[in-house]
């Protein structure tokens, strides 16, 4: 079916897009190969528990560094965490930010921990964008019949 | 018949505060074949081993067999590093302290490379350590630890008619998914499997060479870092 054919190469750029510009790194194909006829919906469940996670967390960050007096080590927990689910579902960039921004909290340095909060939001968003949009394709693929290319 | 019922498959307990990660782990694992049973903390994971505070290696349980203890037969446990209130480390240091749970191996999953953290582990009796993501290929290697933990139990709950050599492996099939992701980029060299079964009890034994280490940092050296 071309039309599949179509979808299938969009989804191939795409997706290679998201490797090349850093968005993605390998740990998304791993997730991707854990998902199979008897857990068809792996990928999207557990990115919609990132997305869940994330959001939480950010908004626990912009409360903790609001605080009079700031609990960097609490701060410092919640970056640990970020980093840890954002490196689970392969959003590098995320992840990369959330290294960064740890050493701003072993500085205890306000300021750059207020900056890299700003950073961490950013790039989930970003991702989480690139996500849904990846995530669709891979749905309208499905819906035309055709299987989702699994990029190595 | 106590045991019989789960003769053919391995039971693996997953410890990690990460809904994430419990998933990822509790897929892996699946995937693997194996029973999952996942937590989210270490007290929880105690109390599903059932755990009891005064269930100390240096108390004497002589006529009790171990299994009695256990609520439901756990032949691994998988546990993150860094949790609130119990670390991995500590939920570590209780089983083995557990004169009913000490033969459980335990491997420990961490996102962090830390050398100190990664002996620490080791030399408390952790059969391996995992540096997370975890991976199918870090899965594949929990095979061995899985058959002497069994192997262990059959021996200690039976009488001894027989040498443990000739006991029947519960799965006879050949390993399921050794190394079916070529291209990788963390490279999980060095005969894995060989090294993980030099390891007996791991109490008395430290690292014996640095390179049975190296493939847990997943390609990373000590040194590098």
């Known amino acids: 079916m071309e039309i599949v054919g179509q979808l299938q190469k969009q989804y191939v750029d795409f997706i290679n897009s998201l490797f090349r510009e850093g968005y993605l790194d390998d740990q998304y194909v791993q997730l991707q190969k854990l998902q199979d006829d008897s857990n068809p919906e792996f990928v999207v469940e557990v990115v919609s528990i990132f997305f869940e996670d994330s959001e939480k967390l950010l908004n626990d960050l912009a409360s903790s560094l609001q605080q009079q007096v700031v609990d960097f080590k609490k701060v410092d927990g919640y970056v640990h965490q970020f980093k840890g689910s954002s490196s689970s579902v392969g959003a590098q960039r995320v992840k990369n930010a959330c290294v960064a921004f740890r050493n701003f909290c072993d500085e205890k340095n306000l300021d750059g921990c207020s900056r890299f909060l700003n950073l961490v939001k950013q790039e989930f968003y970003l991702v989480k964008n690139k996500l849904e949009t990846l995530l669709r394709l891979e749905q309208q693929i499905l819906q035309a019949g055709g299987t989702v290319p699994l990029i190595e | ?225």
């Open chain 2, 1 to 225: 018949m106590g045991m019989a019922a789960s003769d053919s498959q391995f039971h693996v307990l997953a410890v990690d505060d990460s809904l994430i990660d419990r998933k990822l782990i509790e897929r892996l694992l699946k995937t693997s074949s194996y029973i999952v049973t996942t937590v989210d903390s270490g007290s929880k994971a105690l109390e599903f081993l059932g755990w009891h505070e005064d269930d100390r290696r240096n108390t004497d349980e002589t006529s009790v067999s171990p299994q009695n203890h256990q609520e439901v037969e756990v032949n691994l446990v998988i546990t993150d590093y860094c949790m609130p209130e119990m670390t991995g480390y500590d939920l570590l240091k209780k089983i083995k302290e557990s004169s009913s749970l000490r033969n459980i191996p335990v491997v420990i999953m961490s996102s962090e490379n830390v050398p100190s953290r990664i002996n620490r582990c080791l030399e408390e009796g952790a059969e391996e350590f995992f540096l997370k993501p975890v991976r199918l290929s870090d899965v594949n290697k929990l095979k061995p630890h899985l058959m002497k933990g069994k192997k262990q139990e059959i021996h200690e709950s039976t009488p001894p008619q027989s040498p443990p050599s000739q006991l029947p492996t519960p799965q006879s099939s050949p390993p399921q998914s050794q190394l079916q992701q070529p291209p990788q980029p963390q490279e999980q060299q060095q005969q894995p499997s060989q090294s993980s079964n030099n390891k007996r009890k791991g109490m008395d034994e430290g690292l014996s060479s640095p390179d049975r280490t190296r493939p847990r940092y997943n390609g990373l050296t000590m040194v590098s870092n």
